[in-house]
C-alpha cells in the first residue's frame, strides 16, 4: 500500500511530498524532492519498529543540505577529477565542488531536484528531464528511478535513462544506514559487515580514485567475511588512517550485468540484518568519515562514524581511466540498473 502527505515547503515554494510504502510488516517514507528515502522502519529483534536510516524531520532540511542522506544522486554519483572528462574528443567542464573535483553531479543534482511523482500499485516511479548543458553534461537526459516495497522486507530501488547524445551517468541512492536507529546518536561501531569483493579502489587524500585497484588480502580492507566495523574504523592501514574511515569503491566479485549479493551489515543488538543486492560494478561503502550534523531526526546529533553508505555504482572516477567500466551512455540507448535492500532478523 502507498499512501501521499504533505512533507512541507522547498525554500523555492514547493510544495514536497512523502509517500509511505507499507508492506503490513516495514514501511518506508520516500520524497518527490530529490527521491531521498526519508525513513526505513524495520522490526528489530523483539518486533519493535526501527528507523534505520538517518536524515531529517523536514523537507527544508534536506533543501538547505544534509550531506546527500538517502537522496537519489544523479547525474553522475561520486567523484570526477578536477571537474573534467573527454567524450568524443570533446572535453566537458563541470563544477568543482568537492575540494578541487566534482562530486554527485555538481551544485544542483538530482538531489536537489523536485520529481515528478507517479504511484503504479506497489511502485513510487519518480521522474525528471535534465535539459542538455545542465552541471555541465551533455544530452537531454530523460531519467527515472522506482521504489517498491516487497512483501519479503526488501526494497527494490531501479534505474531508468536516456539520452539524445551521447554523455556518462551513474546514479546511486545515498541512504546512510545505522541499524541501532535513526535517534540513538550510536555510531556503526557494533556493525558488522560483508563485502563480496576481491579488491579496492585506492583513493587519494580527497577521497578521488587513483586508478589502482588493490587486492584486499592480507588488508583491513577486507571484509570477505564479516569484521567489526569499530576494529576496523581504527585501523592504521594507510587508506583508512589516510581518510579517518572508508569511503572506497570495492570491486565487486561479479559479471558483467549479474545480479548478485553485494554487502550485508548486521547490528547484534538489535538482530537487523541488511543485505544488498546489485548489478553495478562496484559499490562505494562511505562511513560517515565526515559527517556533522547537529539537526537529525527528533533533534539527535550525527556525527563521524554514525552511519554506512552502500552505494552500489560504477566506478568513482571512471571518466578517466578506460580500463574501469565505461560510464557512457550512447545516444538512444537505454541505460537500467537495479538494486536491492533487503531487511531481516538474525
Known amino acids: 500500500m502507498i499512501s501521499v502527505r504533505s512533507f512541507g515547503k522547498t525554500p523555492n515554494g514547493d510544495e514536497a511530498q512523502l509517500f509511505i510504502l507499507d508492506n503490513g510488516k516495514m514501511s518506508v517514507y520516500i520524497t518527490d524532492f530529490g527521491g531521498h528515502i526519508v525513513a526505513v522502519n524495520v522490526p528489530d529483534k523483539n518486533g519493535v519498529l526501527t528507523d534505520v536510516v538517518l536524515g531529517a524531520d523536514n523537507v527544508k532540511a534536506y533543501a538547505d543540505g544534509i550531506d546527500y542522506m538517502g537522496a537519489t544522486v544523479g547525474r553522475f554519483a561520486n567523484r570526477i577529477e578536477k571537474g573534467k572528462f573527454t567524450l568524443n574528443g570533446k572535453e566537458y567542464t563541470l563544477a568543482v565542488n568537492n575540494g578541487p573535483n ?4 555538481g551544485i544542483v543534482g538530482f538531489n536537489n531536484k523536485m520529481f515528478d511523482a507517479f504511484v503504479d500499485g506497489e511502485t513510487l516511479k519518480l521522474s525528471l528531464i ?15 528511478v522506482s521504489f517498491t516495497l516487497c512483501h519479503d522486507n526488501s526494497i527494490a530501488i531501479e534505474y531508468n535513462a536516456e539520452s539524445d547524445k551521447d554523455t556518462v551517468v551513474n546514479f546511486t541512492n545515498h541512504a546512510y544506514f545505522n541499524l541501532n536507529g535513526a535517534i540513538t546518536e550510536k555510531t556503526v561501531y557494533n556493525h558488522t ?10 583513493g587519494d587524500k580527497d577521497c578521488l580514485a587513483d586508478g589502482t585497484i588493490v587486492p584486499v588480502r592480507n588488508t583491513d580492507m577486507d571484509f570477505r567475511e564479516f569484521a567489526n566495523l569499530g576494529e576496523r574504523l581504527s585501523s592504521d ?3 583508512i588512517a589516510m581518510t579517518g ?11 558483467k550485468g549479474e545480479f548478485k549479493e553485494a554487502a550485508k551489515l548486521y547490528c547484534e543488538d538489535t538482530g537487523i540484518l541488511l543485505e544488498c543486492f546489485t548489478d553495478q560494478p562496484g559499490i562505494q561503502v562511505y562511513t560517515g568519515i565526515g559527517t556533522d550534523y547537529k539537526n537529525g531526526k527528533g533533534g539527535a546529533y550525527y556525527g563521524k562514524h554514525s552511519a554506512v553508505c552502500l552505494e552500489t555504482q560504477n566506478f568513482p572516477n571512471a571518466t578517466s581511466f578506460s580500463y574501469f567500466p565505461s560510464p557512457v551512455l550512447k545516444a538512444g540507448d537505454k541505460f537500467y540498473s537495479k538494486t536491492v535492500y533487503k531487511f531481516s532478523v538474525k
Request: hydrophobic share 35%; with cysteine; glycine share 12%.
Open 102 to 105: 566534482h562530486l554527485h553531479g
Open 193 to 202: 559487515m560483508q563485502i563480496n569483493a576481491e579488491a579496492f579502489c585506492r
Open 245 to 255: 574511515g572508508i569511503d572506497h569503491n570495492f570491486v565487486l566479485s561479479m559479471n
Open 130 to 144: 535534465s535539459p542538455d548543458g545542465e552541471e555541465g553534461f551533455p544530452g537531454n537526459l530523460k531519467f527515472e
Open 237 to 239: 592501514y594507510e587508506d
